[in-house]
């Protein structure tokens, strides 16, 4: 098996390669595993602390330049796993970049694909951030998007793209739509969900962090383990197993901000819980107060996908895993 | 005011300029009406049987010439009427001519309205086609689109980018998604749904039509009187009475075939209804079978939109106006 990992220098893109690596083998489609024979880290960015494999290729070029990805699909590819983005923010704030990166790079992409004539694998990393409304909608699998930010619309052009070049056998898609990932290690990001994790995270570490929104804010979350868990799992379901439709809502957990500070102040004490400060930002408002955090995700969990069980399960995760 | 009619030598886009020509004035944004300067009729294709009028310009020409719609956009424009498609039937045999025009020309539409940096008005024709699945759904205005077609696939993406170009203010986009328009007068097209007419129209005129698929389908259908009346709604309603959303599923009537045939009857005859065969088509069976027949159009009523009030009317009108 030869895979790529399109942005696999984040951290969901490089805990997925060290968890690949590790396995040593994947399914798709619903076969017996095979070796992983070559996993390619694609990024613009270098990742650091990546561990001497044979197996791994690093390329450190630019999703948009049509001629790289050319060349690297020249070798038959089975899976790509595709976590390359402009995130919420910064699509939000620079339009021209984020349609570049997030909408026309994947179109080439996608065409590119089709290209080569024997439909790859390609598990797409959308967001639930596709949704956006009034904050007491409860999502359902059929509900439509209505996408408040440029990100969230550019994702969901690309789930419908993803369903109809699969409907039409030119790819295996799978778009999985990914609920907000707490605790991000590393540092804060231009996701508009950067905050969720560095209130945990940094204070954990002695430092200060900003909460944007008020305590009683609710969002949809997923551990970094559980959301590389079901990446895995969509690569490896079969095609017939999503009834016409390669797009779905994964599971999470329905989680006020109140009940994570509660948890901060079980592992790390008051003190933690009092380097969260509470200024309000308007512009981050905007933005995560119209993502839905009550999702009925009935196919996710038909189709055997992941979630974590409760708020202090992630904080200890974090813990235990990167810290 | 200045307006351009994509797709402006069609059934509907004749019939939008006639009207507007006839009514000599539209408002834009929930302003006073004012009256109409200049009409460009824009179409790859010769329109038949135009008046002799002032503010009539005709334009041969192709959407996707984006030199052709840049110097078309030279001039202030009030309005634009966007019909111009690859229909279902042709986007789903020739995938790549249904992307260039349906989603590229689209793409590259956007970004010149964009650029004009003062938000023009566009009326974009989405396609209830944009549904599909079990065809027991009801379709409410929630509802996510799943299309089974490439047509529906790229009319469900610009709906999309039309909202995110709205809400950002780039233009005052309106996206109205259109039911099956019947009765549709002219020849048969490689419109998927182009039986639903002709099994109407040609018996009316003693000639034979094919009903490929069974009496008891049903349809949801609007006629084109009444579709050319929402466009016009959809134009003058203030950006604000669509509450952030700018999509809107249009009200129609749910019809069984057997209905059409049994009003057929009525008007023409049994010798009519006698001239229809009922021999199975599987390829638009799998197109046309997925679209939801029932659809509960909420918004759309409250917004004003208008639907027929039966098929006898529906067929009437026909004979009227176009026969």
């Not at 409860?138 to 109809?164: C, F, M, R, W």
């Not at 008020?214 to 017939?240: D, G, H, M, Q, T």
């Not at 994964?250 to 004490?269: C, K, S």
């Amino acid at each position: 098996m030869r895979i790529i990992i399109f942005g696999g220098a984040g951290f969901i893109g490089k805990k997925l390669a060290l968890e690949l690596l590790n396995l040593g083998e994947i399914a798709i489609d619903g076969s017996e595993p095979k070796p992983i024979s070559e996993l390619v880290l694609f990024d613009k960015f270098k990742a650091e602390g990546l561990p001497t494999d044979d197996r791994l290729v690093v390329m450190n070029e630019d999703i948009c330049d049509s001629a790289v990805i050319e060349k690297l699909l020249a070798k038959h590819v089975d899976v790509i796993f595709h976590l390359a983005a402009i995130v919420s923010g910064e699509a939000e704030k620079n339009f021209d970049l984020g349609m570049q990166v997030n909408l026309h790079a994947n179109l080439t992409l996608l065409e590119q694909c089709r290209a080569l004539g024997y439909a790859p694998t390609m598990v797409f990393a959308s967001s639930c951030g596709v949704f956006g409304g009034e904050l007491t909608d409860v999502i359902e699998d059929h509900t439509g998007p209505t996408p408040k930010s440029s990100y969230g619309t550019q994702k969901a052009v690309v789930d419908l793209l993803i369903n109809d070049y699969t409907r039409r056998g030119f790819i295996k898609g799978r778009s999985i739509r990914l609920p907000t990932i707490a605790i991000r290690p590393g540092k804060p990001n231009a996701a508009t969900s950067s905050f969720i994790s560095s209130i945990i995270r940094e204070p954990l570490q002695g430092k200060p962090a900003n909460c944007p929104v008020s305590a009683e804010s609710k969002f949809w979350i997923l551990s970094p383990k559980k959301v590389v868990e079901n990446f895995i799992i969509a690569c490896e379901l079969p095609n017939e197993a999503w009834k016409g439709n390669w797009v779905v809502n994964l599971p999470g957990l329905t989680t006020p901000i109140a009940d994570m500070v509660e948890q901060l102040e079980v592992v790390g004490g008051k003190e933690a819980a009092e380097l969260i400060t509470w200024e309000p930002d308007e512009f981050l408002q905007s933005i995560v107060l119209t993502w839905p955090p009550e999702l009925v995700t009935t196919k996710g969990i038909a189709l055997g996908f992941k979630k974590d069980e409760n708020v202090g399960e992630i904080i200890q995760a974090f813990i235990d895993e990167d810290l």
